[in-house]
């Protein structure tokens, strides 16, 4: 099998998602101060924080153990991407790219963990007193991979219910 008719072909889409997190998050990390804020729109504002935890700060407040088990999941998790994308033909776009971002998504923040030991964080959207949790490229990119899994799920099974018809 060829990686330009695998899935694989795919994993340039990794690579931008990655750099891009991380230009970003080295952005904020050198031009703001932890907590700084600037506002942008009424609804949102860069804000500089760190996440000690996965998504939504889950798990933030262990003793530690949480920084190494993060890691070893995003790299188990991508690893297994890695071998789906080989595994799947070029041609099965939606899923393809769902797997690239999710995979540099969730890399990206295991290299913050590594580095810093937390996943800086940046994007703070609210209305009036309620903050959507703080996040970053990386999670935009896997929740963005996440939802074209189940699109590529349902426009699967409408393909199968309309071939049992």
Known sequence: MSKSKSGLSFLWLSAVAFCLDLFTKYLVVNHFELYESIQ????FNLT???NYGAA???LADHSGWQKSFFILLAIGISVMLVIFLAKNKASQRLQNTAYALIIGG???NMADRAYHGFVVDFFDFYWQQW???VFN???IAICIGAALLAIDAIKNNEKKTEKAQ
Do not use: E, K, M, Q
Request: charged share 10%; hydrophobic share 60%.
């Open 48 to 50: 500089y924080v760190r």
């Open 56 to 58: 939504f700060s889950f």
């Open 40 to 43: 942008i729109l009424p609804i």
């Open 131 to 133: 903050h959507y949790p």
């Open 106 to 108: 969730a890399l990206a």
């Open 137 to 139: 490229v990386a999670d």
